[in-house]
């Protein structure tokens, strides 16, 4: 039976770049491109553009716009909101990070921000001296030292390893960070567990490895989680991260840019240096266009898929390794710690269950195949920092959202029964949770118009499902080195091209890729102009 050849109704038969996703990246990528002057045409499957980066209503009847998936903002380079004269803003927390403790049957907690004087005394307090304040600064100017040096380079061309050593100029932050087990520099550096476990967190944000790990994926993971703005900071989008890709797909469409949503790619025929034929699918039926540059905004995986190609059967298959919670509370719980403010404490990250020996236990459980017994896991406030994503009435009310990230929770452990298996790792992070509380979290949860709690849990196959991410890996794969790999000849000028000169990878799985960030959007986007 042949496929309905559907009508394009677009404005060229040739366009100069055709980019396949509508999420950041692509969006990046077609607005730099568009103001280039280059016609472009973006095919997004879904029928709004923006990916995982995306504001959602999720409860029934509850005017909360709620940063569904992708919540923070590290990555993205202020040249690319400057180049692109993008609306978007964010918002600094006043709080780094709250973790709650009980030492000796009292309830405690290490507060980090709120000014140096109570971050030095929380840490006394923690651990009965002064020296791991000072180790915690030493590390953290290393870090900032560093990041200063090398987010620069995530827009520029890619570097070799060594341009890159000469341009950190560090050796002590490069074996550090490059070049040791990340637990190494933590077990040498602190003596608190608790400390070494806060720390470690960053390396372990949709990443599934000890701290010890050979590979250094840990390390690879703490190196984006550090060096994101130049600052290590991580703030809060106004509006939520709806408002940036509101505002991507904004920028492009005024530099002319043509986004066709409800259109999913299905194939991509090219050989290196003729236009390449993308075939799309609509509600229609099938449809073609053609390019002379295609660029994939999505995974490895599925670049693969569209080229017909086999993947490379020496890379591991792609496997996140998080668990979202998403949640609306008529109010923020009283902790049992009464000498913090929950304001303060849920205003940055609330760790859970995130001491070092608790995150090497939580993934050696989960690596044997078993939940972990004490999942850890972290939460944020969005809207302590920026209330807007609430409707007038529910601000009044003093409703507030949450967002949980959980750690070590691989797509291996929901494969026999996703659904179960999410029950019964939501009732076990929310029960260490509420271990820190003075009343159950479920008190507080607000209810939808149709009366029921608004809490939604997602585990890495509902993010595979939902937003074909494989494995439900939120970088697409594991995290990359910033710099070429050592003796791949084809590793490309910017690190988003592929084995076909005309095709190029712009997602989160580029050299340089992961997180909100835009980059691969943005380097693809100059290996077309030749930049």
């Known amino acids: 039976m042949t496929a309905t050849r559907v009508s394009r109704g677009f404005a060229h038969d040739v366009y100069d770049a055709v980019i396949v996703g ?7 990528a077609a607005a730099y491109l568009a103001r280039a002057g280059r016609s472009v045409l973006v095919l997004e499957r879904l029928g709004h553009t923006g990916g995982a980066a995306v504001s959602t209503r999720p409860f029934a009847g509850v005017d909360a716009r709620l940063s569904r998936y992708s919540y923070l903002v ?5 040249k690319i909101v400057r180049d692109l004269g993008l609306r978007f803003r964010v918002r600094r927390r006043t709080v780094s990070s709250y973790t709650p403790h009980t030492r000796g049957g009292t309830p405690g907690g290490l507060l980090v921000g709120g000014g140096e004087d109570r971050t030095r005394e929380s840490f006394a307090r923690l651990t009965g001296s002064e020296r791991a304040y000072e180790s915690w600064r030493e590390f953290y100017a290393m870090t900032g030292r560093a990041a200063e040096r090398i987010f620069p380079t995530l ?3 890619l570097p070799t390893r060594e341009a890159l050593r000469a ?3 560090d050796e002590t932050a490069w074996r550090t960070l490059f070049e040791e087990p990340l637990g190494r520099t933590l077990e040498a550096r602190f003596d608190d567990d608790l400390v070494r476990g806060v720390v470690l967190t960053d390396a372990l944000i949709g990443t599934f490895a000890d701290a010890d790990d050979p590979s250094l994926v840990q390390n690879r993971c703490f190196l984006y989680h550090v060096i994101g703005g130049g600052t290590g900071d991580w703030d809060v989008p106004v509006g939520g991260m709806g408002a940036l890709t509101d505002a991507l797909a904004d920028a492009a469409r005024t530099a002319g840019a043509e986004i066709a949503t409800g259109h999913e790619a299905l194939r991509i025929h090219t050989d290196g240096t003729a236009p390449a034929e993308v075939t799309f699918r609509t509600a229609a039926g099938e449809g073609t266009v053609v390019g002379r540059h295609v660029l994939v905004n999505a995974s490895p995986q599925a670049l693969s898929e569209l080229l017909a190609e086999e993947a490379d059967p020496a890379l591991p298959a792609p496997e996140g390794a998080q668990f979202k919670v998403n949640m609306l509370l008529s109010r923020l719980p009283r902790l049992r710690d009464a000498s913090v403010d929950p304001r303060e404490a849920f205003g940055g990250t609330f760790h859970i269950a995130e001491g070092y020996e608790e995150l090497r236990r ?5 690596a044997a195949g078993e939940l972990p017994s004490v999942p850890p896991s972290e939460i944020y406030c969005h809207s302590l920092t920026d209330p807007s994503i609430l409707g007038p009435e529910l ?5 507030q959202t949450l967002t949980l990230f959980g750690l070590h929770t691989p797509a291996r452990l929901f494969a026999k029964d996703n659904h179960q298996a999410r029950e019964v790792l939501l009732t076990a992070t929310l029960a260490q949770l509420d271990a820190h509380l003075a009343e159950p979290l479920t008190d507080c949860l607000a209810f939808d118009a149709d009366g029921r709690p608004c809490i939604e849990a997602k ?8 937003l074909r991410l494989p494995g439900g890996h939120i970088f697409h794969r594991d995290l990359s080195w910033p710099y070429a790999p050592p003796g791949a000849a084809d590793a490309g000028r910017w690190g988003v091209e592929t084995a076909h000169p005309n095709v190029l990878l712009c997602g989160a799985g580029a050299v340089r890729g992961g997180g909100v960030s835009g980059v691969p959007g943005h380097n ?3 290996a077309v102009l030749g930049r």
């Open 74 to 78: 590290s990555l993205l380079p202020a």
């Open 167 to 169: 341009r950190l100029d």
């Open 524 to 526: 693809a986007a100059m």
């Open 22 to 28: 509508g999420g950041h990246n692509g969006l990046v």
């Open 459 to 466: 585990t890495p196959l509902d993010l595979e499902r939902e």
């Open 362 to 366: 939580a993934h050696a459980e989960a």
């Open 155 to 157: 827009t520029e061309p």
């Open 395 to 399: 601000a009044e009310q003093g409703c």
